[in-house]
């Protein structure tokens, strides 16, 4: 590695930048300076390593064919030394960050963190509430609870629960509800990003969307639960973030039947992670909460 020595790492960093966004304007805010200081570093790097990365055009820097090849090298460099980063911030015993979906977040996860902390006072939880696909491997992130059918490459993943789905409504809704064909008269609410369908539900029972009338449509389904507790509708829901509507009896599931849309809930860390004391503790405090939440449904329904 002692040709390293004589190239500004700096500058190898600037080209990986502009060379993965495509501008220098891009670049220059992922870096934290200015494109013309980002141009004079690639500059100078292309002096020191005695030929062009980059054709200066009209509408700005593009690739040669030589650069291509170096930018992948680059790349790879680039994720490996953040991923060593993050793992260095990770060391830490006392404290751990998850990453999670909002929706879970706030309809399940907070309502039960009290019960962690009294368990592990001397752990601390941040929670990185997003809808991004947040790589363990190159950021502070000590694990996510994602929602798919696993097989992601680059990071271990281990199965929680399978989701499965059923109608929930308030309960003044659920006294109309007898049958399935009852659906028909009453509004549905619908979630705007939902990726699975009402006939998971209504297949099983002999029906199908067509059953279905209008009703309102939320881009979150936080808020589509919060329009059923409200009475606008019967929301398809899944079993989790159902799970505190229907303990306090503001959601009721007036028909039987819950069924599995294919996807699972997943506890996913980086693929080179040695799991933490904090993140074993986690993981065995959240199982054990998800076996509490569905067994408590399970003598409900």
Known sequence: MK????????GLRAIEAVGRLGSLRAAAEELGVTPGAVSQQ????????GRDLFERRPKGLVLTTHGDSVLRHLSGGMAELSAAVALAERSREDSLTVSVA???????????????????????????????????????????IRVGKGGWSDV????????????????????????????????????????????????PNGRDESLLGDGPTFSDGSLCLDAAVAGQGVFLAWETLAADGLAMGRL???????????????????RHVQKSRSVKLF??????????????QSSKA
């Open 252 to 270: 009721v599931a007036p028909l039987p039947g819950r069924y599995s849309t294919g996807l699972s809930y997943w506890l996913v860390v980086g």
């Open 3 to 10: 040709n390293l020595n004589r190239i500004n790492l700096g």
């Open 102 to 144: 909002p929706v879970f977040a706030s309809k399940w996860l907070v309502w039960r963190l009290k019960d962690f902390y009294k368990k592990h006072p001397g752990i601390r939880v941040r929670v990185d509430a997003t809808v991004a696909l947040i790589d363990p491997n190159l950021s502070d992130v000590d694990l996510c």
């Open 156 to 203: 271990k993943a281990e199965k929680l629960i399978d989701q499965r789905i059923f109608p929930v409504c308030c309960p003044a809704l659920a006294e109309q509800i007898k049958s399935p064909d009852d659906l028909r008269h009453l509004p549905i609410i619908r979630d705007a990003g939902q990726v699975y369908s009402w006939n998971i539900w209504l297949a």
């Open 42 to 49: 690639i500059q100078k790097t292309e002096l020191q390593l």
């Open 283 to 296: 993981e065995a405090w959240l199982r054990s909460q998800l076996e509490i939440s569905l067994q408590d």
